[in-house]
């Protein structure tokens, strides 16, 4: 089975200053990892993907996230915060092995005070 | 592109009643998956679709619950009868490739929050 740990429910950070929102996955075979934001009553909107190749992606809105097979991390980044990021974010796995099934995290919330 | 578009976006019933939530995917995506969301489980995949073939239900909680994809353009939800704990925010997600194909990415509604008193 895969799974996915977002170990910290939620995270303040001021405005400007750089932010992490932490993801550590499980997964047989090579994983295929995903960031994903939510607002408030809105669906979720895809940030970013890992596939192969380079281990930082950037993505949406000036985030990025850097893949870390040996601790088996896929951290998302921004480094300077807005306002406008508070929302809920989602990091989510996938794998051949699994069916191709996209497993989410349970969510962070992210909280910028201005 | 208007999107993924679910309808209702909200629905109130009670207890034993019939309950159907459709989605109109995104033209040309020919992957359509429904997830629930909760705070006690947070978000889970009931059902996929390829090509309006029904893939892998494992996640479809019991038989109360079945969902149809009768069109590339149309599919529904339906839970039957409802019951309290039914009560969740249900997205439905388009794709336009496998998840780990070149895309993986999912498109998301903006749910269907269901309430069952």
């Known amino acids: 089975a895969q799974s996915v740990a977002q170990p910290e429910d939620q995270v303040n950070v001021a405005e400007g200053n750089p932010l992490t929102v932490k993801c550590t996955y499980s997964?047989?075979?090579?994983?295929?990892l995903f960031w994903y934001v939510q607002y408030p009553n809105r669906g979720l909107q895809f940030l970013l993907k890992?596939?192969?190749?380079?281990?930082l992606v950037k993505g949406s809105y000036g985030f990025e996230a850097e893949f870390n097979k040996s601790q088996t991390s896929f951290h998302l980044k921004k480094p300077s915060a807005l306002v406008s990021d508070s929302a809920l974010y989602f990091c989510?796995?996938?794998?051949?092995?699994?069916?191709?099934?996209?497993?989410f995290g349970a969510g962070t919330i992210l909280r910028v005070k201005s | 592109d208007a999107g993924v578009i679910q309808s209702p976006r909200h629905e109130v019933t009670e207890m034993g009643q019939e309950v159907t939530l459709r989605c109109k995917p995104i033209?040309?995506?020919?992957?359509l998956f429904w997830y629930r969301q909760t705070m006690m489980r947070g978000l889970e995949l009931l059902i996929y679709?390829?090509?309006?073939?029904?893939?892998?239900d494992s996640g479809m909680p019991e038989d109360r619950f079945s969902a149809k994809m009768p069109n590339a353009s149309f599919s529904t939800l339906k839970i039957q009868p409802s019951e309290p704990r039914d009560s969740a925010v249900y997205f439905c997600?388009?794709?336009?490739?496998?998840?780990?194909?070149?895309?993986?990415?999912?498109?998301f509604g903006e749910g269907s929050r269901l309430t069952v008193l």
């Open positions: 890992y596939i192969t190749g380079d281990n």
């Open positions: 997964v047989s075979g090579n994983p295929y």
């Open positions: 997600a388009s794709s336009g490739s496998p998840l780990a194909g070149p895309t993986g990415e999912l498109f």
């Open positions: 679709f390829n090509n309006n073939v029904p893939i892998d």
């Open positions: 989510a796995v996938s794998s051949m092995e699994y069916g191709n099934k996209l497993v």
């Open positions: 033209s040309g995506h020919d992957y």
